[in-house]
């Protein structure tokens, strides 16, 4: 030994290094000769405590994939007493889901089919995946009779046979599947079903992600890419106890997680406290406490969890703190409720980044993980928005340089009008594609800040739930604000400019300005001093817009609503130039205060 991190093996000098994504790297020197290569040993090998990387498995499915999967979870389950206060049910299990599937014994001498429970107790895993173009089975009002006396192993698509096996491995009777749990072809069943998500996943034993699979057919348990890719591999005997083996660096940072793409997705992971996920390079488990992988390439005592489990943890925590607090009564409860909503605004951003199958969903989707804070805190959730927020948090707009991102959430163009109603105009769920929540949240942490400070009052505010599920799809909704309201006409488009890569349009306000005394404003007109970023399409030249003032820097544009007389809806966001550290032109100067209905 040379040192901590470097070996003498003969006339090899071995000198170790550790990095992300790729575990334990060995710059391998021969005489003149040096070269790199990955090295790791067997958990238990007497060199563990200097070559931390463990030797993957070439198959999923092997028996040493299984026994790490079991002990990850049961030490979860002992030792970290924050992930249980996270289930509500007890060590024995809780009340089952409506149905679930019944995978029988780890032997496979009972047929799997679908049961409908009755109030019975137990425990089950819960599968998140991507549903996919290909078809695949799923329960339907006219095969679930057959599917309750028996379903046939070979008629499952690969990602649900695997889910079965991983299952039965893990010593677990029952599993969630959404196509089988769920009556497709049922709305009442769906809505009804689709409101108990946030139970199922949160109550689970574990939650089992099939990352690496595109679509249901593609399966969790096949040979690893890379043991195909680079099959040869090579081990050094150490002594009879101890041995290491070496191959070609495998970067696993590259591997494709296809649920970061799927909406869906997003809420059954930050819901489920255990999460055991399967790439196609290794397997790794997330709690709240730690993020492992096969391999040991991140360790608890380097605190290198992902982005992900940070954002689920800040989602627990900032929820506790306000469910704690005393509603209302001092400056802590009111910093809480903002990191809360910045918390919440944050998973949006995520989220709005994600395809959905059916654009119906758009509420559906997150309804969940909305439900769990609205549960907690008792606050009123308004269509994608938490009415604490207001009035920031209807100063969302189209982010200013993602378009990319925007074809990557399904949008051919990042300014579609939907096509069926899902939200009202003010909320973000009214679009299609990311959403930028940058101004939503007002920080009580600096109050110097004042481009967010409110220039309106909220008078009312109401949602209408199309179903049973409080925090899904809404058939209608309204706004009444009063605040200061400028008529402007739209101008020839500038072209890109502030940070925007796209088109923003000039705003110039009709009529005469006054100030204080009632004198005529007479100053040369700045075209910048308000431009406007366009929710979907920017209006046609000349044509005139109701600009609302809703903090000192921002407001929302609007149109008179000709479906319903005295009514507006919001088509965009105003932004008012910036003259110098958190000031801005007063834009809308002595305009008179109005009180109107945005749709």
Avoid at 204 to 220: L, P, R
Avoid at 430 to 454: A, K, M, T, Y
Wanted: charged share 20%; aromatic share 10%.
């Amino acid at each position: 030994m040379e040192g901590p991190d470097t070996t003498m093996i003969g006339i090899m000098k071995l000198q170790i290094d550790q990095e992300i994504g790729l575990g334990d790297m060995v710059t391998l020197a021969i005489g003149t000769m040096a070269g790199q290569l990955h090295i790791s040993c067997k958990e238990g090998d007497p060199c563990s405590s200097v070559i931390l990387s463990r030797t993957l498995q070439p198959f999923a499915n092997s028996p040493e994939i299984f026994q790490l999967a079991n002990a990850w979870i049961k030490d979860c389950h002992v030792v970290h007493p924050e992930c249980a206060s996270l289930i509500k049910t007890p060590k024995g299990g809780g009340k089952l889901p409506t149905r679930v599937v019944d995978v029988g014994y780890l032997n496979g001498s009972q047929h799997i089919r679908l049961v409908e429970t009755t109030g019975q107790v137990g425990k089950w895993v819960a599968l998140t995946y991507c549903w996919g173009n290909v078809p695949f089975l799923q329960t339907t009002s006219q095969n679930i009779k057959a599917l309750k006396r028996e379903i046939v192993f070979s008629s499952l698509p690969k990602t649900f046979q695997d889910a079965v096996v991983i299952t039965r491995q893990l010593g677990i009777r029952y599993l969630w599947i959404d196509a089988l749990c769920i009556q497709q072809n049922s709305e009442l069943d769906w809505q009804t079903e689709s409101a108990n998500m946030p139970a199922i996943y949160a109550n689970a034993y574990v939650t089992i992600a099939a990352v690496g699979a595109q679509n249901s057919h593609q399966g969790m348990l096949n040979p690893r890419g890379w043991a195909a890719e680079q099959p040869d591999s090579y081990t050094v005997q150490l002594s009879r106890k101890s041995a290491v083996d070496f191959r070609m660096p495998i970067d696993h940072l590259t591997h494709i997680n296809f649920l970061s793409r799927r909406a869906w997705c997003l809420q059954e992971k930050v819901l489920s406290p255990r999460v055991l996920s399967f790439g196609s390079s290794q397997m790794t488990f997330t709690c709240s406490q730690s993020h492992l992988t096969e391999g040991n390439y991140v360790r608890d005592g380097q605190v290198q969890r992902d982005a992900f489990t940070t954002t689920k943890n800040e989602l627990y925590l900032r929820v506790a703190q306000v469910s704690r607090g005393q509603f209302g009564t001092n400056l802590f409860y009111h910093v809480a409720l903002r990191k809360l909503h910045r918390c919440w605004y944050g998973i949006l951003t995520d989220y709005t980044q994600r395809t959905l199958t059916y654009p119906r969903d758009k509420l559906i989707a997150i309804s969940g993980v909305a439900d769990y804070i609205r549960r907690e805190t008792s606050h009123e959730y308004l269509a994608g928005i938490w009415k604490g927020s207001l009035p920031q948090a209807l100063l969302w707009q189209n982010p200013p340089s993602m378009k990319a991102l925007f074809q990557e959430a399904g949008c051919l163009h990042f300014r579609e009008k939907v096509a069926t109603y899902r939200a009202p105009s003010w909320s973000w769920a009214s679009v299609d594609g990311p959403v930028n929540f940058g101004d939503c949240v007002r920080d009580f942490e600096q109050p110097e800040i004042h481009r967010l400070s409110s220039k309106c009052d909220i008078l009312e505010c109401e949602v209408t739930a199309e179903g049973i599920d409080s925090c899904g799809q809404v058939s209608g909704g309204y706004i009444t604000i009063h605040g200061p309201v400028r008529i402007a006409t739209c101008e020839p488009s500038y072209g890109i400019m502030y940070c925007y890569e796209y088109n923003v349009a000039a705003l110039l306000g009709v009529g005469p300005m006054f100030d204080e005394n009632g004198e005529e404003i007479k100053e040369p007109v700045n075209k910048r001093d308000c431009m406007g970023v366009f929710d979907v399409k920017e209006l046609p030249e000349g044509r005139q817009v109701w600009c609302l003032q809703v903090t000192t820097a921002f407001g929302l544009m609007l149109v008179p609503n000709l479906a319903e007389a005295g009514t507006f809806r919001r088509v965009g966001k105003c932004l008012l130039r910036c003259i110098g550290p958190e000031r801005y032109v007063d834009w809308f100067g002595r305009s008179r205060k109005e009180t109107v209905i945005i749709l």
